[in-house]
């Protein structure tokens, strides 16, 4: 049997923010690959969050819809306001 041939890669990242310290080092995780490969990564996840987004729209439309022509429960407007307050508190 042939033993496959195993390499090893030591990556040193060291960051400085002198102008701001309370907001200083490394904010976001960092991203390795070709430049097309993370921008259609990037692009795939804001397409994603506006889906969760009108979603989340949507159920706060239906929901007061239902309160306005149905037996007006509160809970619906609770509902829909907690769908809208997470949107925001997501995005």
């Known amino acids: 049997m042939k033993q496959k041939d195993v390499f090893e890669i ?25 430049e097309e490969m993370i921008f259609r990564e990037t692009q795939l996840s804001i397409t994603m969050q506006l889906l969760v987004a009108v979603v989340l729209i949507l159920h706060a439309i239906y929901s007061v819809i239902l309160y306005l022509l149905g037996n007006k429960d509160r809970r619906l407007l609770f509902f829909s306001v907690l ?6 508190f997501t995005f």
């Open 83 to 88: 769908t809208i307050s997470i949107m925001f």
């Open 10 to 34: 030591d990556i040193i990242v060291q960051a400085a923010n002198f102008q701001d310290p309370r907001n200083g080092g490394i904010v976001r995780s960092i991203k390795f690959g070709q």
